[in-house]
């Protein structure tokens, strides 16, 4: 089967790249856990665990003198917690400039709109950086927040920039001041640019990430927007004899014969490599 990749990016996005690397430094200096999922794909999760770098689900789990706090950040308090222990920060600079971003504004008077996920630990995070931000995941959620004078809306670093433009059509009768900080991250914005582009050239995509990635979850969002079947898969191992089959089949059967393979920030590029592979060969 013809399988066509973006050239750029795949792989591990910078944060993700970064956060890693720190984890790599700081255990071969001793004992480290990590405050939630490093990476939201379960293999490098596991892939750390079976190097003796465990995942700890809550502050009161840590049993190492050294936590790491994940590329997605912490909320603000968790540092005067964690004083008996070494921190290593971890936190993405996109993040850090986001919670930086949503402290400012609230200090400036507006009240915070974050457009997001709020089970996601990023929002979790930034959220503490301002008294009782209102967090919305939809433009219908958002036609529900009550009316004030100035509100900021931000959004989580992976988010679809058409969400944000259809949320700020919703907030924009809530208020006489509506200010938009477009806090999507670089690397998102390439993706999805491709994702898009890459979508309208193909028959079918395959997306490669974990099902818990928000920004994987948004790459499907936009290859479907665009009318074209997409299927989600974690890994290689996802492609069983009956789904290659069936991308087989719809592939031959469409007049595009060529698949898209596009994969999350989260998801290691040799990983990408093996679908790409199984894919190419099948047949
Ligand atoms: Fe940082 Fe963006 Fe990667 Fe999140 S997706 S870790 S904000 S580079």
């Not at 070494?86 to 949503?102: L, N, S």
């Not at 931000?133 to 679809?160: F, G, M, R």
């Not at 997306?207 to 989600?232: C, D, F, M, P």
Request: hydrophobic share 35%; proline share 3%; charged share 25%.
């Amino acid at each position: 089967m013809k399988v066509i990749k973006p050239e750029n990016p795949q792989g591990f996005c910078f944060g993700v790249k970064r956060a890693l690397e720190i984890v790599e430094v700081a255990s071969k200096k001793g004992d480290v856990q990590i405050l939630g999922w490093l990476v939201h794909n379960p293999s490098v999760v596991e892939d750390l665990k079976s190097r003796g770098i465990s995942t700890v689900e809550s502050v009161s789990d840590a049993t190492s003198d050294n936590l790491v706090i994940t590329a997605h950040g912490a909320p603000k308090g968790i540092l005067g917690i964690l004083s008996d222990k070494k921190i290593i920060d971890a936190t993405c600079p996109f993040v850090v400039k986001f919670q930086k971003q949503v402290e400012r504004l609230g200090e400036q008077g507006y009240k915070v709109v974050i457009l997001g996920d709020k089970n996601h630990p990023e929002i979790k995070s930034v959220s503490s950086y301002t008294k009782d931000p209102i967090i919305v995941s939809s433009a219908v959620e958002a036609s529900l927040v009550a009316c004030y004078d100035k509100i900021a809306l931000v959004c989580q670093t992976t988010q679809n920039i058409e969400t944000l433009k259809d949320v700020s059509t919703s907030l924009i009768e809530k208020t006489n001041q509506l200010l938009i900080e477009n806090t999507i991250c670089p690397s998102t914005r390439t993706r999805q640019k491709n994702a898009s582009e890459l979508a309208k050239k193909v028959s079918l995509m395959v997306v490669v990430g974990g099902k818990n990635s928000a920004n994987t979850k948004r790459l499907v969002e936009i290859s479907q927007k665009q009318n074209t079947k997409t299927i989600w898969i974690e890994c290689s191992d996802d492609l069983d004899e009956l789904l290659l089959k069936e991308i087989s089949v719809y592939v031959s059967s469409s007049q595009i014969k060529s698949i898209g393979l596009i994969s999350g920030a989260s998801t290691p590029i040799d990983s990408v490599e093996r679908v790409f592979e199984k894919l190419s060969n099948y047949g």
